[in-house]
């Protein structure tokens, strides 16, 4: 299909303000780049770029509007799908017992700004919310109606290492449009492919020019160049499997240890942890319950409580569970990766744990233990 070309975002927040849709996409707020709800294309961080480090998150002015030269924030589009509270029923005392499962929320989103980390990031808990006999309802009645407005990467972060991964930095499948940004001396400008039948529909309600072909090559060519300046980088991820298959008593355990605060920080900034937890409570008559799904952490000492105690007590082995199903144990799972390479992790942790880092230092030790499983 070919290129299409916007001067101004502004008529495409008008568009899909008409058909329905509550925009979600970053902002600047409280010295970062959040993502809100959205009034108009104003309120996007034009001028504004990060600068990442482990454990360090800065805004910075440039000297230019891009609209989406950053790299990820502390938010995913996580919670905005996989709510970090949900009720799933309530019950009143009458005769016997009422009880009363809530209706799912169906809302209308745009998310306008999906990078191609965080793009497959929802594809992956697509398939772990909606993809099997068992399927959370409240993911899938807000995940039903969406308009995905994903942006190329030409602007990676020091920490980003999505080409790693296979995820980026061009956004793959499951958007409706793509934005490519390009600057230059009359402001942003961008270069749009549709990806689905209802993004065209959205576009044509703008009526677009096509892209100018050098528009086009120079968008290509700024993507692809982006690859090459990723800020970290991870082992292909069939490596990874079978890297963490045979490093479960890995001295580099207790050093990563003796770091963690087991604060949960990572999984909770990750785009696609999604473990919870089920909590009842009543109130003082004991006439009316509820039963809520919260969030959970593997990194919470009672997260893996049973009757006989914590299975994973120690810092330990909270952290391996979380790095071996992490890059290693999802592919048994769920067929892929766990890890899009956003590099939420390494920026948001408090002492700056590097998970790029900490896989090279198993590799290395696997490499003095006799090899790498699977390689000479």
């Given amino acids: 299909m070919t290129a299409l070309e916007l001067t101004d975002l502004g008529p495409l927040f008008d568009a899909l303000g008409r058909a329905g849709y509550t925009v979600i996409g970053p902002t600047v707020r409280d010295d970062a780049i959040v993502l809100d ?3 108009s294309a104003g309120e996007l961080p034009h001028g504004w770029g990060v600068a990442l480090a482990p454990g360090g998150y800065r805004v910075r002015r440039r000297d230019d509007g891009a609209a989406f030269a950053h790299a990820a924030g502390p938010q995913s589009w996580k919670p905005f799908l996989h709510r970090s509270r949900v009720k799933l029923w309530e019950a ?8 009363r499962e809530p209706e799912p929320e169906r809302p209308r989103l745009a998310f306008f700004g999906v990078r191609p980390c965080d793009l497959r990031a929802i594809a992956i808990q697509d398939r772990v919310l909606m993809g099997g006999e068992h399927v ?6 807000r995940r039903r109606d ?3 407005v994903a942006v190329n990467c030409t602007e990676p972060g020091e ?8 995820t980026g930095p061009e956004a793959g499948p499951g958007y409706d449009l793509a934005l490519t940004e390009l600057i230059d001396g009359n402001g942003p400008r961008y270069v749009v492919d549709v990806g689905t039948g209802i993004g065209g529909a959205v576009m044509d309600d703008l009526r677009p020019s096509s892209a100018a072909p050098e528009d086009v090559e120079r968008a290509r060519t700024e993507v692809t160049a982006a690859a090459d300046r990723m800020g970290r980088e991870m082992p292909p991820p069939p490596d990874l499997h079978d890297l963490m298959a045979a490093s479960l008593d890995a001295e580099r355990w207790d050093d990563v240890a003796e770091r963690c605060l087991s604060c949960g920080n990572c999984t909770m900034v990750c785009p696609t942890c999604f473990c919870t937890r089920v909590t009842d409570t009543t109130d003082l008559t004991g006439d009316h319950a509820e039963r809520w799904q919260l969030w959970d952490s593997c990194f919470d000492l009672d997260f893996s409580h049973l009757h006989g105690g914590d299975v994973r007590a120690s810092p330990r082995s909270r952290y391996r569970q979380w790095l071996t199903h992490k890059v290693g144990t999802w592919h048994d799972q769920f067929g ?11 920026v948001w942790c408090p ?4 998970i790029t880092e900490e896989v090279s230092a198993l590799r290395e030790e696997a490499a003095e233990r006799g090899g ?5």
Avoid at 159 to 166: H, P, V, W, Y
Wanted: aromatic share 8%; hydrophobic share 30%; net charge negative.
């Fill in 37 to 39: 709800q959205l009034a």
């Fill in 92 to 99: 009143d005392r009458t005769d016997g017992f009422t009880v």
């Fill in 136 to 141: 959370d309802p409240s993911y899938a009645g």
């Fill in 146 to 148: 969406n308009f995905i």
């Fill in 159 to 166: 920490t980003c290492f999505c080409t790693s991964m296979g």
């Fill in 336 to 346: 892929s990766s766990g890890c899009v390479g956003c590099g939420r992790c390494i």
């Fill in 351 to 354: 002492v700056g744990i590097d």
């Fill in 372 to 376: 790498v499983p699977g390689h000479p």
